[in-house]
């Protein structure tokens, strides 16, 4: 008979090498799949990076409509209406993989409080649902050790809890 628990909640080895030692997310893993887990301060870092490198997209195509609006050889000029919905456009598929990244880096740091990455749709409850993800992923300790969404973040960087 195996000592092996029946009952024990599957364990992902994704993240474990065959001698035990802790793997740390790669980039591409981190910003754009929804497993594994962050730290605390990794989730600030990447949402305020992201935030960052995510805006200047969507601040050029502004700054060249404002240009445009503001240059006095196209006031009143019906060019504006067609420049505008171009850069709307531009601005929503530049919105898609920002919101991705978001996301994943979310639902990672819900998985290391323990939680479903499903928990990130409480955001769609006013108010209530951001001020609690806010609090839930920026300013709680994640669990210590290894759950069910992989190994402790802090452990994979060669960090300790304190």
């Known amino acids: 008979m195996s000592d092996q628990n029946i009952y024990a909640a599957p364990q992902s080895t994704d993240l474990i090498d065959q001698g035990g030692e802790h793997i740390p997310l790669t980039l591409k893993q981190k910003l754009w799949g929804f497993q594994g887990r962050i730290s605390r301060a990794g989730y600030w870092g990447y949402m305020y990076s992201w935030g960052l490198l995510a805006s200047i997209p969507f601040l050029i195509p502004y700054a060249i409509m404002m240009f445009h609006l503001i240059s006095s050889e196209n006031v009143g000029n019906d060019m504006n209406i067609p420049l505008m919905v ?4 531009l601005c ?3 919105y898609i993989p ?9 639902v990672k740091r ?15 409850v006013p108010y209530v649902g951001g001020i609690w993800l806010l609090i839930d992923c920026g300013c709680l300790a994640g669990e210590q050790g290894r759950n069910q969404y992989g190994d ?7 960090k300790t809890h304190s």
Do not use: E, Q, V
Request: net charge negative; proline share 3%.
């Open 98 to 106: 920002a919101a991705w990244i978001s996301i994943a880096i979310m």
């Open 92 to 94: 929503f598929i530049l």
């Open 152 to 158: 402790d973040p802090l452990l994979a960087d060669g």
């Open 86 to 89: 171009t850069l709307g456009i």
């Open 110 to 124: 819900l998985h290391d409080r323990g939680k479903s990455g499903w928990w990130a749709l409480i955001i769609l």
